[in-house]
C-alpha cells in the first residue's frame, strides 16, 4: 500500500473542455488566476471551485474545463499547489520556526493535519516535517532559534 493512500490518477477524455472557446479559456484563466493566486482565496479552506463560479458568473464545469486544460490538474490539486508553495516558505523562515504543522495546515488553507500532509507528500515526495528538517541540515545556523515547544534538544539530559 502507497504512502498516504495515494494513487495514480487515470486520464479521463472529458467532452465539456472542448465546449470551451480559446479565448473564453484566457479569460477565465486569467479571472481564475486572480481570485486564487493574487487575492490568495486559496488560504480559505472553504473555498470552493463552486464559489469561484458563482463569482466569476460560471459553473463549475466551466472552472474544471479550464483548470484541467490550462494547468493539467483538477481544481483540488490546483489550490493544493498554490497552498503547498507557501506552506514551503513558512516551514524554512525563522519567524515561523515555533509553529507546529497544525498552525502551518491551517495558515495556508488546509482543513486538516492530514490532507496537509498527504498532498504535502504528493507534490514533494516527503512530509512537511522532513522538509523543514531537511532545510535545518542544509543551513545549520537556524538550528539555534529553533527550540520546540516543550522539548528538550536531542542530547539534553
Given at each position: 500500500?502507497?504512502?498516504?493512500?495515494?494513487?495514480?490518477?487515470?486520464?479521463?477524455?472529458?467532452?465539456?473542455?472542448?465546449?470551451?472557446?480559446?479565448?473564453?479559456?484566457?479569460?477565465?484563466?486569467?479571472?481564475?488566476?486572480?481570485?486564487?493566486?493574487m487575492?490568495?482565496?486559496?488560504?480559505?479552506?472553504?473555498?470552493?471551485?463552486?464559489?469561484?463560479?458563482?463569482?466569476?458568473?460560471?459553473?463549475?464545469?466551466?472552472?474544471?474545463?479550464?483548470?484541467?486544460?490550462?494547468?493539467?490538474?483538477?481544481?483540488?490539486?490546483?489550490?493544493?499547489?498554490?497552498?503547498?508553495?507557501?506552506?514551503?516558505?513558512?516551514?524554512?523562515d525563522?519567524?515561523?520556526?515555533?509553529?507546529?504543522?497544525?498552525?502551518?495546515?491551517?495558515?495556508?488553507?488546509?482543513?486538516?493535519?492530514?490532507?496537509?500532509?498527504?498532498?504535502?507528500?504528493?507534490?514533494?515526495?516527503?512530509?512537511?516535517?522532513?522538509?523543514?528538517?531537511?532545510?535545518?541540515?542544509?543551513?545549520?545556523?537556524?538550528?539555534?532559534?529553533?527550540?520546540?515547544?516543550?522539548?528538550?534538544?536531542?542530547?539534553?539530559?
Amino acid at each position: 500500500m502507497a504512502k498516504y493512500n495515494i494513487i495514480e490518477k487515470k486520464e479521463k477524455a472529458a467532452a465539456y473542455r472542448s465546449l470551451v472557446s480559446p479565448k473564453m479559456m484566457d479569460e477565465m484563466q486569467e479571472k481564475i488566476m486572480n481570485i486564487i493566486v493574487m487575492q490568495k482565496k486559496y488560504r480559505d479552506k472553504d473555498y470552493s471551485a463552486k464559489k469561484l463560479a458563482e463569482d466569476l458568473g460560471t459553473n463549475t464545469r466551466y472552472i474544471s474545463a479550464v483548470v484541467n486544460v490550462r494547468f493539467h490538474m483538477n481544481y483540488t490539486s490546483f489550490v493544493n499547489k498554490y497552498r503547498i508553495d507557501e506552506a514551503m516558505s513558512i516551514l524554512v523562515d525563522k519567524r515561523y520556526q515555533d509553529l507546529r504543522m497544525e498552525e502551518v495546515s491551517d495558515m495556508v488553507g488546509f482543513a486538516n493535519r492530514q490532507s496537509f500532509y498527504a498532498s504535502f507528500y504528493r507534490v514533494m515526495g516527503m512530509t512537511p516535517r522532513d522538509y523543514r528538517l531537511q532545510h535545518l541540515e542544509q543551513h545549520p545556523t537556524m538550528k539555534a532559534t529553533n527550540v520546540k515547544r516543550g522539548r528538550k534538544p536531542k542530547n539534553a539530559k
